[in-house]
């Protein structure tokens, strides 16, 4: 096996958008139902086609697919008429030829018994294609993903078994790619492989689940197997076999108890999940904090002995990381956030084996960050992940992980996870500032005890106003949020909040720098959001707003209760109740901003669990 081509390019897999879906029943009971749900649950990463694939009681292969939503698909092919103990679904997001019913997944050789779901792209799909051709292959997709079963065919027409065949042509396979297979050849058994692009194995009773993630099939099981880059293997009666294709021999994974419930993946009532998600901050901080007991001591021997401290991440995870370097450097603790994608041009000269780098990604996917750490690591510095999913890749080339407990996020934007990644620095830096003499008590009351009720109370506050100021941003095409000092990051998370969901171009900005080239844009009801902290800074914040005011903004302002000139001087007014202006401030400022978007949004007309072009994990550098 040890001839598996892997291109130095593999994150050019593309975004994981498609979804795999796949159940094998150990007691003969119907299962296409079950793969109805699993597509159903995978609806959250975007496609424009879906299909089933089962193999009947009689040994034959009943395939239907289409164009179009699951809902309307089932009623049309009949999903739910569908009867096997084995079988295969898919929703396609496409990337190899148009959306079309041919190009739709599952994919079958010329015979119609092995067939194929696929997630990733098959970079040298054409040259084998060519090969296959020449041989007699007859194709009848534009996709990569066809070259998989008519591979397996030719190789069982060469005299391999079904498992050796599959083995052998995903040695051919060049790029990133997660595949389930199944067929009338071993009517028991799903084949996987996972080459770059996530795939789990669900252990249900008397069932096994594959699945591109985890909620899937959380509602049946939470006792997971997560694949590793390389893994190839089967489930079967036998078990699950995992062999690894870059170590050449068989390996275990262990099963991991999932901490997350079936409704916790749900959308529980709420129109969308970034709705139900924003809402759920309250607990998911709490439970981040609890969790992250268990897991600080470690971070800080590594905080301790760092002599330069990094944090790299990206997007909203970086946002977060930049909330740590501002919170780290009121307490002397000297550390610097870094985009990932800068990081090796920007500080990777000076890393060095004496260092902690932090990496910050809710996925822990994230080509990107993924790429700093490893070289990171090549440098000899010590790596700790902070990510919300156990098993992810940044957790395996980590020397640390902390888990946060934010649960499934299944809303592309993060909203939970940038509050839990700012719950887990906070943390380690309490503790930190403790150890160095620091009084933290005043911080610590609310963080170790109410925070969570001090969420709710800001989120039903801040509600109805999102809501009512949202139809005066919906025919804005700009906006600047402006923030000094620990109001930046949350200032930076605001735009890109709005920009991501609501498409209205959003800008943050240092406040002050606003002055120094920003300002020019401004005219009559310019929207300017001021995020103001009861510190020394908001006077500063006072004069920012003043300049923007006097050439026509329109000045919404997140700041506390009972900051009379920064309300003076406002036209909208988010009130935060005192106690807020220090590092934890982002977990309540945060909410006002984050609702913002969400009513823009909707309002506007988006969908803001999908926006357009984005997706959860990106795995494209
Ligand atoms: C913002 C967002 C993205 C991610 C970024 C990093 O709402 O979702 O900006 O924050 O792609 O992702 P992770 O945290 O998974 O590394």
């Known amino acids: 096996m040890r001839d598996v081509l892997v291109s130095e390019h593999v994150i050019e897999a593309g975004y994981n958008l498609c979804g795999i879906g796949a159940c094998l029943s150990l007691i003969k009971r119907n299962i296409a139902g079950k793969i109805l749900i699993m597509l159903k649950n995978l609806e959250y990463r975007g496609y424009d086609s879906a299909g089933i694939a089962v193999i009947t009681p009689e040994n034959t292969l009943d395939l239907r697919k289409g164009v179009g939503k699951i809902d309307d698909l089932k009623n049309k092919l009949h999903f739910d008429q569908m009867v096997g103990f084995v079988g295969i679904g898919h929703t396609r997001w496409a990337t190899h030829g148009g959306v079309t019913e041919e190009n739709a997944h599952p994919h079958t050789d010329c015979d119609g018994r092995i067939v194929v779901v696929h997630n990733g792209i098959i970079e040298n799909y054409l040259e084998i294609r060519k090969e296959l051709e020449t041989r007699g292959h007859k194709f009848r997709s534009d996709t990569d ?84 880059d390389g893994d190839i293997g089967y489930v079967s009666q036998g078990g699950v076999l995992i062999e690894n294709v870059f170590l050449n021999r068989r390996v275990h994974r262990d099963v991991t108890t999932i901490p997350w419930t079936k409704e916790m993946a749900k959308k529980g009532g709420f129109p969308h999940f970034m709705l139900k998600e924003i809402f759920e901050q309250p607990q998911s901080v709490s439970r981040t904090i609890l969790m992250a007991r268990k897991q600080i001591d470690r971070f800080l021997d590594y905080l301790e002995k760092a002599e330069e401290v990094y944090i790299v991440a990206a997007g909203t995870s970086y946002y977060a990381s930049l909330h740590g370097q501002y919170a780290f450097a009121k307490y002397g603790l000297r550390s610097r956030a870094v985009v990932a994608s800068e990081f090796i ?232 109740p005192s106690g807020f202006s220090n590092i934890l401030a982002p977990l309540v400022y945060i909410i006002p901003l984050q609702l913002l978007a969400y009513y823009t949004a909707v309002k506007r007309g988006c969908d803001p669990d999908k926006p357009r072009n984005l997706a959860k994990s990106v795995t494209v550098e």
């Open 145 to 228: 993903t066809e070259i998989v079963p008519h591979l397996i065919e030719e190789f069982i027409k060469r005299g391999n078994d079904f498992y050796e065949a599959f083995k052998n042509a995903v040695k051919k396979l060049k790029g990133a790619y997660a595949l389930a297979v199944v067929s009338t050849y071993e009517p028991n058994k799903i084949l996987f492989a996972r080459v770059f692009s996530p795939l789990v194995i669900g252990l249900g009773t008397d069932e096994y689940y594959i699945a591109s993630d985890i909620p899937a099939f959380l509602e049946w099981t939470n006792k997971v197997i997560i694949l590793e």
């Open 345 to 576: 041009e920007e500080v990777g000269g000076f890393i060095g084996n004496k260092d902690l780098v932090i990496g910050v990604s809710q996925s822990g996917e994230t080509a990107d960050t993924l790429l700093a750490l490893r070289y990171a690591k090549k440098k000899g510095a010590k790596v700790v992940a902070i990510t919300n999913v156990i098993g992810s890749a940044i957790t395996r080339i980590s020397d640390y992980s902390i888990i946060m407990g934010a649960g499934p996020e299944i809303g592309v934007a993060a909203t939970k996870t940038f509050t839990a990644q700012v719950a887990v620095l906070n943390y380690a830096l309490i503790k930190w500032a403790e150890m160095h003499g620091y009084d933290m008590d005043d911080v610590k009351r609310v963080f170790l005890n109410n925070i969570g009720e001090k969420i709710s109370n800001v989120l039903e506050k801040a509600n109805s106003l999102a809501k009512k100021l949202s139809e005066w941003m919906v025919p804005k095409s700009n906006a600047y949020y402006l923030g000094r000092g620990l109001g930046l990051p949350i200032a930076l998370e605001g735009a890109l909040k709005m920009k991501e969901i609501a498409y209205i171009h959003a800008e943050g900005y240092p406040a002050g720098e606003s002055k120094h080239g920003p300002i020019a844009l401004i005219e009559k009801d310019f929207p300017v959001i001021s995020i103001v902290l009861n510190d020394h800074l908001q006077e500063k914040m006072l004069i920012a707003i003043e300049e923007m005011k006097s050439r026509g903004a329109y000045i919404i302002s997140v700041c506390e209760e009972g900051m009379k000139k920064i309300q003076e001087k406002s036209d909208f007014i988010f009130e935060i």
